[in-house]
């Protein structure tokens, strides 16, 4: 158990719909960081937030949004799915913004879209 | 911008054998870098990294891997293969310094033989 945790763990839907996937960090890490993994596009950064403000982002569509609470938790909202979307979601935490320390991964949410 | 190539996506042993995984960087700034193991099914876990103090890292499950300026490299090395070592293998490079998101490689397949 890396101390990252990820809900749902697997996640079938239909297409055009709306999902949420939620981590939360390990205990007294500030900064949460989204990747997606698919086979032909490996691990793309999607977006990073620390103690609740955006800091960075990257390859995320328009139809995707995240977000960090108070209580250090991120969602992240993909809306509109398209077949495309299926992938690999990981969820990552580390103490503060630096990537010096690393970061911790959770175990991923897998979704399928139909 | 910072990027990482990974010679080999795929990389066979036989048990007892030499490891070696093979990643260059580029980076237009003193960069920080790291191995990342991902068993199947599992997330990611960090093996070791280089954030400009020794040149020769060591990390966990006998891994260890040396940073080489000169040659923008930072491979992976393993003395003797196990065959719980197969795994995907994932080298990642930040900027070093402020909040640096992680760049990862494609990934190596590492299968291990008797």
């Known amino acids: 158990d890396s101390g990252v945790t990820q809900t749902p763990k697997h996640l079938i839907t239909a297409t055009g719909q709306r999902v949420t996937l939620r981590c939360s960090p390990r205990?007294?890490?500030?900064?949460v960081y989204w990747y997606q993994q698919s086979l032909d596009q490996g691990l793309q950064f999607l977006i990073q937030?620390?103690?609740?403000?955006?800091?960075a982002k990257g390859n995320i569509l328009e139809r995707f949004s995240a977000q960090q609470f108070p209580d250090l938790h991120s969602e992240l909202n993909l809306s509109s799915l398209e077949l495309g979307d299926s992938a690999l979601y990981f969820c990552?935490?580390?103490?503060?913004?630096?990537?010096?320390?690393?970061?911790?991964f959770g175990s991923g949410t897998r979704l399928t879209v139909v | 911008a910072q990027s990482v190539t990974q010679l080999g996506s795929h990389v066979s042993v036989s048990e007892g054998a030499l490891v070696l995984l093979r990643c260059n960087y580029s980076?237009?700034?003193?960069?920080?870098l790291f191995w990342y193991v991902q068993y199947p099914n599992q997330g990611l876990q960090l093996l070791l990294k280089?954030?400009?103090?020794?040149?020769l890292v060591k990390g966990i499950n006998g891994f260890e891997a040396e940073f080489k300026k000169s040659e923008t490299s930072f491979h992976l090395t393993k003395p003797s293969a196990h065959m719980s070592d197969a795994a995907e293998y994932f080298c990642?490079?930040?900027?070093?310094?402020?909040?640096?998101?992680?760049?990862f490689g494609a990934g190596t397949r590492l299968a291990v033989h008797p």
């Open positions: 280089y954030t400009s103090a020794a040149t």
């Open positions: 990642a490079v930040s900027l070093s310094g402020g909040y640096n998101k992680l760049i």
């Open positions: 205990s007294g890490d500030l900064s």
């Open positions: 990552a935490s580390s103490p503060r913004q630096g990537s010096n320390y690393g970061y911790t």
């Open positions: 980076s237009s700034v003193p960069p920080y």
């Open positions: 937030y620390y103690n609740g403000e955006e800091r």
